[in-house]
């Protein structure tokens, strides 16, 4: 089946100059001495903003060699893309709007610490850029009033849009009652996958694993237990989760282990930071599994009470675990609302804005340039997922780029399946969970 259609949007390679007035007001903050930061918005998308690098007023062009730093993305999906068309025909012409300020991001006392030095409105033409790219601003503008007579500050910005094609999968169901997975294209549904959910309990890891996971690779313990925690296991713990993801001839094409028991912190009903819990996300290979991935999920404190987590990508060493991990993803969800788990490495530090309520730190300050270890560019992948107690049934986007074969959609199926159940996993442990999830009476709280 076909991908469906997604364009992105990006704005970068930002920079500012403004030349030095000979005798400058006191009151005037100078972007040498002082970071510059930008607010940029698109018709119906959260707001980003991005720091804007100084570059001295003699220079007459941006830098050479200058690394090609994304500032903020907007990714669009079909129907995104036919509301702003159709809205660009028949109203004004849709707009990138950028507003600069020179002085620090933030607020004191409710006030806008930052000086408004302009503003710059890029027009876009979306229609065609399904299939083909287009740069809509590439280079100088001036703005704000003029520093010095005959003089202007410049701001110096990219803006374009590019495919980006992607395959959108559906589970049917919560993950813990092992539902089908669908393939989206449009308004057809097609059957790709199936999940099957099991539980260990104490007792009977063994066995029970073995009856789970019948038919597929064989599977040693031994890593297992190496990336699982070696901790005193007490009373209260979530444990022995796992989910398998099966194409429709039945085989196993991946899986998602929880290899380190979800506990309350001491004196706490809630999983700390310090002491999280965490899945394997697995995929087959030379007749057995092979660790692709590590979830890590914990419940934040505070104001957010959210689920926090780090999304760490194991490298495939030939049977070596010396190599570090890269850490592809870290953030949180909103436990009430929940949002969206995303991956990707071109978002710079402005990932947060593409999901208002997932807000996934910028992917890009940790694998980007990490190659030969980190295969994956651009976005890779994003899972919806729901709040706690709202029978989440989470939806799967990935990048064609990243897709060669169904073991690679089947990993990033079993991840979101992981992210979900971790929102569970999570849950206060003064909560009842559903029956599906618990091994015994002493996990209903």
């Known amino acids: ?79 995104d893309l036919d509301r702003l068309v159709t809205k660009s025909i028949f109203t004004n012409k849709l707009h990138v709007k950028i507003s600069i300020y020179t002085g620090r991001r933030g607020n004191t006392c409710g006030v806008n610490s930052g000086r408004l030095l302009g503003k710059v409105s890029v027009p876009l033409d979306l229609a065609g850029t399904e299939s083909r790219g287009v740069v809509f601003h590439n280079g100088w503008i001036s703005v ?21 094609p992607r395959f959108v999968f559906q589970f049917d169901g919560e993950p813990e009652c092992s539902p089908q997975v669908f393939q989206i294209q449009g308004n057809i549904r097609q059957p790709v996958f199936t999940c099957k959910f099991s539980l260990r309990t104490t007792t009977g890891d063994r066995n029970q694993r073995s009856r789970s996971l019948q038919g597929e690779p064989n599977s040693s313990r031994s890593w297992l237990s190496s990336f699982g925690s070696e901790r005193e296991r007490p009373l209260k713990e979530r444990k022995g989760w796992s989910i398998t993801v099966h194409d429709l001839s039945g085989s196993p094409v991946a899986a998602a282990s929880m290899v380190t028991p979800f506990v309350p912190s001491p004196g706490s009903d809630r999983v700390s930071r310090s002491n999280p819990g965490s899945w394997l996300i697995l995929r087959p290979g030379d007749g057995t599994w092979k660790p692709w991935g590590r979830l890590e999920a914990w419940r934040e404190r505070g104001s957010s009470d959210g689920l926090g987590y780090r999304f760490e990508l194991i490298p ?54 990490l190659w030969p270890y980190c295969m994956y560019r651009g976005f890779v992948m994003s899972a919806s997922v729901d709040g706690e107690g709202k029978g989440s049934k989470p939806g799967v986007e990935v990048s064609v780029q990243h897709v060669n074969c169904t073991e690679d959609a089947a990993a990033f199926v079993a991840l979101a399946a992981a992210v979900d159940l971790s929102m569970d996993a999570c849950q206060l442990f003064s909560h009842r969970l559903r029956k599906e999830l618990c091994q015994d009476q002493d996990l209903l709280g």
């Open 144 to 164: 704000g009033k003029e520093c010095v007579k005959g003089s202007s500050a410049q701001f110096h910005l990219n803006v374009k849009a590019e495919p980006d």
């Open 316 to 369: 495939d060493t030939k049977g070596s675990m010396s190599a570090a991990s890269i850490v592809l993803a870290e953030s949180t969800l909103s436990s009430h609302k929940g949002g969206k788990f995303v991956i990707d490495l071109g978002a710079g530090s402005n990932g947060r804005a593409t999901s208002p309520v997932g807000s996934p730190r910028g992917s890009g300050d940790y694998g980007h340039g």
């Open 1 to 79: 089946m076909d991908p469906c259609p997604f364009v992105r949007i990006t704005v970068g390679n930002l920079a500012l100059k403004i030349p030095v007035a000979s005798k400058p007001a006191r009151s005037v903050v100078h972007p040498s001495s002082s970071p510059c930061f930008c607010k940029i918005k698109l018709k119906n998308f959260p707001l980003q903003t991005a720091v804007i690098p100084y570059i001295p007023p003699d220079n007459t062009q941006f830098p050479e060699g200058q690394h090609q730093t994304l500032a903020a993305t907007f990714h669009l999906c079909k129907s």
